[in-house]
């Protein structure tokens, strides 16, 4: 299975000791170029992915930690782009490692493509119930070029344990997750459409 490589950096906004009340921490999830990139072919599948649609209460920078369905933004902890964006983002470097398909985000109607991916993000937030995680959950369809005939769904739904509510865990937690669930999705959107290639051959 190939993994997504990912870094994480961090930016203070304002100045201060870290972890000082009032200081406002940048967590960014950043995908990097790693062995798995391939070069495009002729012969690849190419997807147009949509940027994920996300729920209202997750349309937003700051970190939230969950706690029974409640859901509470950081005042000090944000993170650099959105969860669609993370998702979205991650979501095609994934597909990007799996032989014969090419993924393309932002979505064109003009741009070529022969699958078109869209999604839906579900949650993406530190929990502390009975113990510390971070989940990603999202779901996502895949249709034809044109987007009038469907051919799959999945649902993937990944938890990794936050050693302690700080940035520094929580991003790290936050990578492990998005890399495993994207992944997951990918191999599984792989695994799926190649059996579907082949059936219309």
């Known amino acids: 299975m190939t993994r997504l490589f ?12 870290f972890g000082q009340p009032g200081v406002q921490q940048f967590l960014r999830i950043e995908a990097v170029k790693s062995p798995c990139i391939q070069t495009r072919t002729a ?11 996300v729920f209202d209460y997750l349309d937003r920078l700051a970190v939230l930690v969950g706690e029974h369905g409640v859901y509470t933004p950081s005042l000090e902890w944000y993170w650099e782009g959105s969860p669609s964006e993370m998702i979205t983002g991650a979501l095609v470097a994934a597909l990007n490692c799996q032989p014969g398909f090419f993924a393309r985000t932002p979505y064109s109607p003009s ?16 929990h502390t119930e009975a113990s510390l995680f971070f989940q990603v959950r999202f779901h996502y369809d895949v249709y034809t070029k044109r987007g009038t005939t469907w051919l799959m769904a999945d649902d993937v739904d990944v938890r990794v344990p936050v050693r302690a509510l700080n940035p520094v865990d929580i991003a790290e937690s936050a990578r492990q997750a998005l890399n495993k669930a994207t992944t997951n999705a990918a191999n ?13 051959l």
Not at 6 to 17: K, M, Q, R, V
Not at 43 to 49: S, Y
Not at 115 to 120: C, F, P
């Open 6 to 17: 990912l870094a994480i950096l961090f930016s203070i906004l304002t100045t201060g000791c």
């Open 188 to 200: 599984s959107f792989a695994h799926a459409m190649t059996q579907e290639i082949s059936d219309d």
């Open 43 to 53: 012969h690849d599948t190419m997807i147009a992915v949509k940027p994920f649609a």
């Open 111 to 126: 741009m070529p493509h022969d699958l078109v991916l869209s999604g839906r993000v579900e949650s993406f937030a530190v």
